[in-house]
T-cell receptor
Framework: GAVVSQHPSWVICKSGTSVKIECRSL??????MFWYRQFPKQSLMLMAT?????????EQGVEKDKFLINHASLTLSTLTVTSAHPEDSSFYIC??????????????FGPGTRLTVL | AQSVSQHNHHVILSEAASLELGCNYS??????LFWYVQYPGQHLQLLLK??????LVKGIKGFEAEFIKSKFSFNLRKPSVQWSDTAEYFC???????????FGKGNQVVVIP
C-alpha cells in the first residue's frame, strides 16, 4: 500500500516552454501533497505544500507564478514549471500524506521527475 | 526554521561492519523524527520513525535509531551491514507545529562486498 507515482519520470524541454509534472497517490487519498526539489548531491528542499481544494503554500524564495501547483482531487497534484530555464533543471519529488492519519502522519514519496531544460 | 545536520557525507565500509550515521537538529520543541533510505535508482522509502514513547526505535532491514532529546540527536545504527545496504540515507525532522519535513543533506553509504 501507500504508493505514490509521478509522471513523467524524465522530461527534456526547450528553454521558455512549460512542463507539467503529475503526482498521484495510487491506493490512498491524500489531502496534503508536498513538492520538493533535489539538486545533485544535496538534500531535498521543500518547495510548497499542496492541499486539496485550496491554494498551495509556498516556501520562502519559491516563485508561485513560476511553479504552479494544482491539487484538484484527493489523488492528484500537478506542478507546472512555467517558462522553464536551464537553472530549473533538477529532480522534482512529490510526497503525499494519507487522509485521516494525522497521528501517524507519514509522508510517502514518489520516484521523482528529472527535468532537463536545454 | 529548523536545520538538520548529517555528518560524513560519504561512508565506505565492508560487509559485516557496523554502521552509525549521526543526525542532529536545531529545533527545541516537540519533533517527529524520520530516517529515509534511497536505494540507487529508487525513490525515498521510510526506514523508521519516532513520534513518542521508547526512544530506541527499530525499523526495517535491521536498522534502529535512538532519540536523545538532550543532545538533539537521532542517530541511525545497524550492527552488521550488507552489500544491499548501499544507498543514500536521509534524516528528516518535522516540528510538531507544522507539516514541513526538513531534511539533512544525506549520507552516501557504500558497502563493499
Amino acid at each position: 500500500g501507500a504508493v505514490v507515482s509521478q509522471h513523467p519520470s524524465w522530461v527534456i524541454c526547450k528553454s521558455g516552454t512549460s512542463v507539467k509534472i503529475e503526482c498521484r497517490s495510487l491506493d490512498f487519498q491524500a489531502t496534503t501533497m508536498f513538492w520538493y526539489r533535489q539538486f545533485p548531491k544535496q538534500s531535498l528542499m521543500l518547495m510548497a505544500t499542496s492541499n486539496e481544494g485550496s491554494k498551495a503554500t509556498y516556501e520562502q524564495g519559491v516563485e508561485k507564478d513560476k511553479f504552479l501547483i494544482n491539487h484538484a482531487s484527493l489523488t492528484l497534484s500537478t506542478l507546472t514549471v512555467t517558462s522553464a530555464h536551464p537553472e530549473d533543471s533538477s529532480f522534482y519529488i512529490c510526497s503525499a500524506r494519507e487522509r485521516g492519519l494525522a497521528a501517524s502522519d507519514t509522508q510517502y514519496f514518489g520516484p521523482g521527475t528529472r527535468l532537463t531544460v536545454l | 526554521a529548523q536545520s538538520v545536520s548529517q555528518h560524513n557525507h560519504h561512508v565506505i565500509l565492508s560487509e559485516a561492519a557496523s554502521l552509525e550515521l549521526g543526525c542532529n537538529y536545531s529545533y527545541g520543541g516537540t519533533v517527529n523524527l524520520f530516517w529515509y533510505v534511497q536505494y540507487p535508482g529508487q525513490h525515498l522509502q521510510l526506514l523508521l520513525k519516532y513520534f513518542s514513547g521508547d526512544p530506541l526505535v527499530k525499523g526495517i532491514k535491521g536498522f534502529e535509531a535512538e532519540f536523545i532529546k538532550s543532545k538533539f540527536s537521532f542517530n541511525l545504527r545497524k550492527p552488521s551491514v550488507q552489500w544491499s545496504d548501499t544507498a543514500e540515507y536521509f534524516c528528516a525532522v518535522r516540528d510538531y507545529g507544522n507539516n514541513r519535513l526538513a531534511f539533512g543533506k544525506g549520507n552516501q553509504v557504500v558497502v563493499i562486498p
